[in-house]
């Protein structure tokens, strides 16, 4: 009897004990925890001991993962921004009141200057900057303001002396009016004709006022300032339009005319074929060889 009262006492010690040392081993991991988190915040792993004895630990996979991934979209930025510094140095033109030329001032401005600070102090100097005559005064009208209203004020008012769309395709219109005449078998004045209108229709397309274009008295006289042989195919191909898909020709169709006109005049073979007839003199010095 005594011997088993005895064996029971030492088994609840040894349970005590076990429990102990159970506890004791739960207080140390918790007072550790705080120390392996600060090391995974700083991309560094700690030793588990875990991974020593063979057991896999899916948390602390998932966490190596986690900064691989951060260090792969870091090299990636590097890389990235490594590249576009070796890209050459963007040039923006200096606007001086041309309407034509107010879209592709503006894009370049806002690309190389207000995609890069969000100082507006800074965008605002930059645009009288790069801005000359008539503009720059409306740019320096807004100098005194408040910076953020100022630079938005500024942006405001050359949109809406220059940016109009109605503007620009008077600008267009003034300087097909304005465009010398061209002549025959000229092909270096055709070529620099259809780029005019190829810039002219890839503008009107992107403000939406194409029609302004299709007007038939603008159509007219852009076809005015052509040689009379390709105004008289003119002719033939509006017709061909009408008849074949229903429609007047508009100010694309004619386009894509005179822009393949100024291909076949500027072929490096066919395009510029002396005559072969002979010419008065010619013919004279032939009949009297004395």
């Excluded at 020593?52 to 899916?58: A, D, E, F, K, R």
């Amino acid at each position: 009897m005594a011997s088993i009262k005895g064996f029971m006492k030492r088994a609840k010690e040894w349970i005590a004990a076990a429990h102990i040392s159970d506890q004791q081993k739960e207080n140390a991991l918790l007072q550790k925890q705080p120390e392996a988190e600060e090391v995974l915040q700083d991309g560094v792993q700690p030793d588990d001991s875990a991974s020593q004895t063979g057991v896999h630990n899916p948390g602390r996979d998932g966490d190596i993962l986690k900064v691989m991934q951060k260090q792969n979209v870091i090299t990636e930025l590097l890389v990235k921004q490594q590249k576009q510094s070796q890209l050459p140095t963007k040039d923006i033109p200096v606007f001086r009141g041309d309407a034509l030329q107010y879209k592709s001032f503006i894009r370049a401005f806002e690309h190389s200057i207000e995609q890069k600070t969000d100082n507006d102090q800074d965008k605002l100097y930059f645009l009288e900057q790069f801005t000359n005559g008539e503009p720059q005064e409306l740019v320096r009208s807004c100098v005194h303001m408040q910076p953020s209203r100022g630079y938005k004020e500024a942006k405001r008012l050359l949109h809406k002396h220059y940016g109009d769309e109605l503007r620009i395709a008077s600008a267009y219109i003034d300087k097909a009016l304005q465009w010398p005449q061209i002549k025959s078998e000229d092909g270096k004045a055709l070529n620099a004709y259809a780029m005019f209108l190829v810039g002219c229709r890839n503008t009107m397309e992107d403000i939406e006022s194409l029609e302004e274009m299709d007007n038939p008295t603008n159509l007219r006289t852009v076809v005015s300032k052509l040689p009379y042989k390709m105004k008289e195919r003119w002719r033939a191909e509006a017709y061909n339009i009408k008849e074949r898909r229903d429609r007047r020709a508009k100010f694309t169709d004619l386009v894509s005319y005179i822009e393949r006109q100024a291909k076949i005049v500027t072929d490096p073979l066919f395009g510029d074929i002396p005559d072969s007839r002979p010419t008065s003199l010619e013919r004279t010095t032939r009949k009297d060889p004395s």
